[in-house]
């Protein structure tokens, strides 16, 4: 069946990084845009960015732009999503969800990962 | 940017009633506008997408309507597992969101 699995939560301190993984099965993973969102604790989604792993281009929500970095490894059908500079307030649960529609950006997102919680902490 | 406003904030209905929710996005934003529905601790599930197409395997109780910048997101018989917050969402802009609870 078509599902995104993530990597394990994490801990980080204030101005380290983090990179999260999230592993795509059951679907041609080349065909389908990558979104990354997050919900910070008590807090509604937020739209980070997508990444198309067919060309490897992405496109940055503003307010994280210079400070994420998604990318992908088409080999092992894997995309990541590294957030640098960390900030207690990017304490957060990060999904990773395919796009609703081959090929293009349509921004529906009918498969979520399970999720993987980035806590930012001295 | 798009603003994204939804009412009610919460809601608490009976089971069996007919619940609406409301989305109204800053400017005209066709029929591109999806709905969400989040229970605590899980990941967001898509319900409707292009304002009215109801996802595979979604109950057909939950339906959406509207185009341009007004939108109404309906569960037309409450359900206990519908407990949820339930988001719309129009490109990259999220609705606050709409907790649903039973009265």
């Known amino acids: 069946q078509v599902q995104l699995v993530q990597s394990g939560a994490e801990v980080k301190k204030p101005g380290a990084s983090v990179k999260v993984s999230c592993k795509a099965s059951?679907?041609?993973?080349?065909?389908?845009?990558m979104h990354w969102v997050r919900q910070a604790p008590g807090q509604g989604l937020e739209w980070m960015g997508w990444i198309n792993p067919n060309s490897g281009g992405t496109n940055y929500a503003q307010k994280f732009q210079g400070r994420v970095t998604m990318t992908r490894d088409t080999s092992i059908s894997t995309a990541y999503m590294e957030l640098s500079r960390l900030r207690s307030d990017d304490t957060a649960v990060y999904y990773c969800a395919r796009d609703l529609r081959y090929g293009s950006g349509s921004y529906g997102m009918d498969v979520w990962g399970q999720g993987t919680t980035v806590t930012v902490s001295s | 940017d798009i603003q994204m406003t939804q009412s009610p904030s919460s809601l608490s209905a009976s089971v069996g009633d007919r619940v609406t929710i409301t989305c109204q996005a800053s400017?005209?934003?066709?029929?591109?506008l999806n709905w969400y529905q989040q229970k605590p601790g899980k990941a967001p599930k898509l319900l409707i997408y292009d304002a009215s197409n109801l996802e595979t395997g979604v109950p057909s109780r939950f339906s959406g309507s509207g185009s341009g910048t007004d939108f109404t997101f309906t569960i037309s018989s409450l359900q206990p597992e519908d407990i949820a917050t339930y988001y719309c969402q129009q490109y990259a802009f999220f609705g606050p969101g709409t907790k649903v609870d039973i009265k």
């Open positions: 059951g679907y041609t993973f080349t065909g389908y845009y």
């Open positions: 400017q005209d934003i066709s029929n591109y």
